[in-house]
């Protein structure tokens, strides 16, 4: 039977750590600050913004919500952009997923200030990742906030087994990257995928975010393996589910995270966490 990861209980600890760090700013007369785009009424997408606001505030870290119409326009959007890059109060921008079809995502991400960056986005911050370069620079908060859940739990990665299914460049990719640069031996999977069991079974480390509910049950995990669930999915009764039979995973795996109570509490404690780093790292001249 699987030791369960309390995500909430980690992020709450995390949490106290970034509000001490937020009152030493503020003897300083700093007050870090986010802004969060947020493009149309994506229902989870507007849940999530609620969640990260509220967090903001409890820690003192100043939060603004930036909101446009679903059919707002890339001009509009890269103004606010621009407004932001050159805002001082402002230490990390965050433009929401998914976006309409009429905006382009990659000029938006591509014109936010690398050192205002807070989702690890910008080709220079992905391309310090991936040449797994020393020094300061943002990470996407979720694979971020799972890599802190495995070192609080000490799991080993050098020379392991790590397999992660999806990947998306805010989660799966990231992620994979971050699992290699600790020495593991990464499989990125993605539906092109041949024999996705045959990539999980060899797991010792298995993350999936594919936003497929399910999609991972018993036998597709080895026996002892650390189960990590990024998935979010709303089912049609209304209760959040990941991507993993829990129910049944949790009997074959060491290390199990539940949905909700898990990687997603994290990935806002990270993000406050980051919110922070960027604001030190911005005061102090370290770019
Ligand atoms: N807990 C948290 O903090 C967060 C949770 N999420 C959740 O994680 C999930 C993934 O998010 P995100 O990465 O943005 O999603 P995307 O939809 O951008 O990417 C999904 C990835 O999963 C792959 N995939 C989907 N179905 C399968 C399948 N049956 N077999 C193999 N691969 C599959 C896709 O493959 P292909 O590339 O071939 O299409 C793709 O690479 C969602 O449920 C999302 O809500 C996201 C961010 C944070
Ligand atoms: N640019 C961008 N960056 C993101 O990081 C990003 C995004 N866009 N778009 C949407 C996804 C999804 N995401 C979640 C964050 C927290 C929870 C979360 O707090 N979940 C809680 C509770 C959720 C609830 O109960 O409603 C839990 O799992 O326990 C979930 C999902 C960030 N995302």
């Not at 969060?36 to 507007?46: F, K, M, Q, T």
């Not at 805010?170 to 999977?189: H, I, Q, R």
């Not at 092109?192 to 298995?206: E, G, M, P, V, Y």
């Amino acid at each position: 039977m699987a030791t369960v990861i309390d995500g909430r209980k980690l992020a709450k600890e995390l949490n106290q750590q970034t509000k001490e760090r937020v009152a030493k700013l503020a003897s300083r007369g700093i007050q870090p600050g986010i802004v969060v785009i947020l493009v149309g009424e994506d229902p989870a997408s507007v849940i999530y913004t609620r969640n990260k606001q509220r967090k903001a505030e409890k820690l003192g870290i100043k939060s603004i919500l930036k909101k446009f119409p679903a059919d707002v326009d890339q001009v509009t959007v890269m103004a606010a952009v621009d407004q932001y890059n050159h805002d001082d109060t402002i230490d990390a921008i965050l433009v929401q997923e998914p976006l309409p079809d009429q905006l382009d995502g990659q000029a938006i991400t591509n014109a936010i200030r690398p050192d205002k960056d807070i989702d690890g986005l910008h080709p220079t911050n992905l391309g310090k990742l991936y040449a797994n370069q020393p020094g300061n620079y943002p990470v996407a908060c979720t694979p971020r906030g799972v890599m802190t859940m495995l070192h609080h739990h000490h799991v080993e990665l050098a020379g392991k087994n790590a397999t992660i299914v999806g990947r998306s460049i805010l989660v799966g990719k990231p992620m994979a990257a971050l699992l290699n640069n600790a020495n593991a031996t990464t499989t990125l999977a993605s539906r092109h995928t041949r024999d996705l069991a045959a990539a999980t079974r060899q797991a010792d480390i298995l993350v999936v975010a594919a936003g497929s509910p399910h999609l991972i049950k018993a036998e597709d995990v080895k026996p002892g393996a650390v189960v990590i669930d990024v998935g979010i999915n709303r089912l049609s009764s209304g209760k959040l589910t990941g991507d993993v039979d829990f129910e049944h995973v949790q009997d074959v795996a060491s290390l199990i995270t539940p949905v909700p109570g898990g990687v997603g509490p994290m990935t806002i404690a990270s993000l406050m966490q980051q919110t922070v780093d960027l604001a030190e790292w911005r005061h102090n001249g370290q770019k």
